[in-house]
């Protein structure tokens, strides 16, 4: 899910007010349906009215919804490899405007299929909010595109961990929330660590590395606004502006950096698009049967897929500070996201990971 596929403040799942993320339903409705899925057994019709026999397969709606997110995140860390990919061999404006028209095709989809339709879906209280939120994602995406191909993955995904930490230090003066002492020490912690990780002591100090820096602060401003727009408008609503105001801001620019493509490539565009709308697919699965705070921490396990395939696939180079830092990150960033759970207030909503649509 680049820094937002750290999918993720969402679908995706824009993805705080409904229900901890943008496409599940109240927590009271989900805890009101039957808590076993059955899978039934071959040996019987299905739709048959009785009894399960002894060998049916039964799947909690847990074990559903992690299985989704789990399958999400693996295919955003697919996405980001793609993109790389890609992005070595062409503007990271064309390829992301590409992949919105895809997204956008997607959002417009699943809105004709709400209650509203799209009308319901577009009918925006804070229309400007919504439109700036979703033209911010498309610019993180071009950046985080353009840091794979420059920086790579492992080393852009160790940076775009930080990007819990930074929501919660901005959320304090633009959505007035308070952080106690605990989360800050996490904080400064996590900080710590993206120091071991950027390094800038070191006499081959890489000025480039500021590339992710830019697109994590992006992704924390981006969540930041999707938060606040959640406290006026619906889930729907920020779903459809993430994506058609992402595309419509992007096909303003990104018809200037046309270029020739090979087969092969147009291959793999269509497989990055792909990937995309089903990565959101599972991903909005996985929050109407989980909470949030369940869903959002599985964002790390994308960052470590991404670094492997950094390593193994692009071989790339991961420093034993780059190790530790990332390390220290993903621990202050899970214990931030739990101790905001734990205080009991309303859940923030689910925000995609960075680097998605």
């Not at 930080?162 to 919660?168: R, T």
Request: proline share 7%; charged share 10%.
């Amino acid at each position: 899910m680049t820094a937002a596929d750290r999918p993720i403040p969402l679908p995706h799942t824009t993805h705080g007010s409904y229900s901890q993320n943008p496409v599940a339903p109240p927590l009271a409705e989900r805890s009101q349906r039957n808590t076993i899925l059955a899978l039934p057994s071959p040996h019987v019709p299905t739709g048959f009215p009785g009894a399960f026999p002894k060998e049916t397969v039964f799947m909690t709606p847990r074990s559903t919804g992690l299985i989704c997110a789990i399958a999400a995140v693996t295919i955003f860390s697919m996405q980001d490899g793609i993109s790389k990919h890609l992005g070595s061999a062409y503007p990271p404006i064309f390829i992301t405007m590409i992949r919105y028209w895809a997204f956008a095709g997607f959002a417009l989809a699943l809105a004709s299929r709400s209650a509203g339709g799209v009308k319901g879906a577009a009918n925006a209280n804070r229309l400007w909010l919504q439109i700036a939120r979703g033209a911010l994602l498309a610019v993180q995406i071009v950046i985080s595109i353009f840091s794979f191909s420059r920086v790579g993955l492992a080393a852009s995904h160790t940076i775009f961990a930080a990007a819990p930490l930074v929501v919660a230090c901005l959320s304090v003066p633009f959505l007035g929330e308070k952080v106690g002492w605990r989360r800050w020490t996490a904080i400064g912690i996590g900080f710590v660590g993206i120091l071991l990780i950027v390094n800038p002591l070191n006499a081959t100090f890489d000025a480039k590395i500021i590339i992710p820096m830019v697109a994590t602060l992006m992704f924390g401003v981006y969540s930041v606004m999707t938060r606040l727009a959640s406290r006026t408008d619906t889930s729907d609503t920020a779903f459809f502006y993430t994506g058609v105001a992402g595309a419509v801001t992007i096909t303003f620019v990104g018809p200037f950096y046309w270029t020739h493509i090979t087969p092969a490539d147009w291959l793999w565009m269509l497989v990055l698009c792909i990937t995309g709308m089903s990565g959101h697919y599972l991903l909005i699965r996985a929050f109407n049967l989980l909470d949030a705070v369940v869903v959002q921490p599985m964002s790390y396990i994308q960052s470590v897929l991404v670094c492997l395939m950094g390593v193994f696939v692009f071989g790339e180079v991961m420093t034993a500070n780059m190790i530790l830092g990332v390390a220290i990150v993903i621990a202050a960033g899970i214990f931030t996201i739990w101790r905001e759970a734990r205080l009991g207030r309303a859940a923030p909503p689910a925000i995609d990971p960075p680097g998605t649509p």
